[in-house]
């Protein structure tokens, strides 16, 4: 794979892809939703308290993650003293799918990481100021690292709730600046979370457009589209990827509202998910 959902046409038959083009065209898909509904949506949160200070594991359809996050101390950037830092990372393995490769990153998943990361930075997800233990010496990191345990389709909507998820469990040691050294108060805080933004990734396939694809589908995807929506319906970030295939103002347009049709919905759901975690 050079790029997340760009498939090759070897990857599925050509019988198969007609299949589901033809499915489309006549307004169906594989498993019978409509093109504007998710699949069954199951979160669970602090799945391992033990080894993270957040975490979470999302089953949507078939495809699930898990994420976790740590907190850590570290030094701000020059240009943001201030301010903490919160990173998404991505580890895709082959027990997750034959599609995913061993070694080093590959494009897929810093692509993935990235899609996620930026819906969090837009958004403002983490308040990076209240990260600030001492301007200009020390602040918190946020690490929120994303494994896929099983893939078929739609990794970019599971990562995203699953980070959101994972980042409000997270509980930490509260530290400060004594003596020029970093100790602890002896509290445990929560992040300080601002906004939730829920990101969706939408299909376009032919001249329609489906929402939360599963594999086959985006194999026979022409692009993709994924937004984030805040707490507000605001839309923080855009992404096209997944083909290089065209789509129109109005194709846009619609996506938009199949998205703001879905995201309270998922929102609450995690926020469900994680209303006992004290």
């Known amino acids: 794979m050079n790029k997340m959902g760009d498939y090759s046409t070897e990857t599925i038959s050509r019988i198969d892809r007609e299949f589901i083009q033809d499915l489309i065209r006549k307004g169906e898909r594989i498993d019978g939703r409509a093109f504007g509904e998710y699949r069954e949506?199951?979160?669970?949160?602090?799945?391992?308290?033990a080894k993270a200070e957040g975490s979470a594991l999302v089953k949507l359809g078939d495809t699930s993650v898990v994420a976790g996050v740590k907190v850590l101390v570290g030094e701000p950037y020059p240009d943001s003293p201030d301010e903490g830092v919160t990173m998404v990372t991505?580890?895709?393995?082959?027990?997750?799918?034959?599609?995913f490769e061993l070694g080093?990153?590959?494009?897929?998943?810093?692509?993935?990481?990235?899609?996620?990361?930026?819906?969090?930075?837009e958004s403002q997800t983490v308040d990076a100021k209240d990260l600030c233990i001492e301007v200009g010496k020390k602040v918190y990191t946020v690490f929120a690292d994303v494994y896929p345990l099983e893939y078929d389709g739609n990794l970019i909507d599971a990562c995203s709730i699953a980070v959101n998820a994972a980042l409000l469990t997270t509980r930490f040691p509260e530290m400060k600046m004594e003596d020029k050294?970093?100790?602890?108060?002896g509290k445990i805080i929560k992040l300080p979370i601002k906004n939730i933004a829920i990101e969706h990734t939408?299909?376009?396939?032919?001249?329609?457009?489906?929402?939360d694809p599963i594999l086959r589908e985006e194999f026979v995807q022409?692009?993709?589209?994924?937004?984030?929506v805040d707490e507000k319906d605001n839309?923080?970030?855009?992404?096209k990827g997944g083909g290089a295939g065209p789509i129109s103002l109005d194709l846009v347009d619609q996506a938009f509202g199949m998205a703001l049709d879905n995201t309270k919905i998922i929102r609450d759901k995690i926020h469900a998910a994680v209303k006992h975690i004290k």
């Open 41 to 49: 949506l199951q979160i669970e949160a602090n799945v391992v308290p």
């Open 90 to 99: 991505v580890e895709m393995s082959p027990m997750a799918s034959p599609l």
């Open 104 to 121: 080093p990153p590959k494009d897929d998943a810093i692509e993935l990481a990235r899609i996620v990361d930026r819906g969090v930075r």
């Open 181 to 185: 050294k970093v100790v602890a108060t």
């Open 202 to 211: 939408i299909s376009k396939i032919g001249d329609k457009l489906i929402i």
């Open 222 to 228: 022409d692009c993709r589209l994924t937004m984030a």
């Open 235 to 239: 839309f923080t970030a855009l992404q």
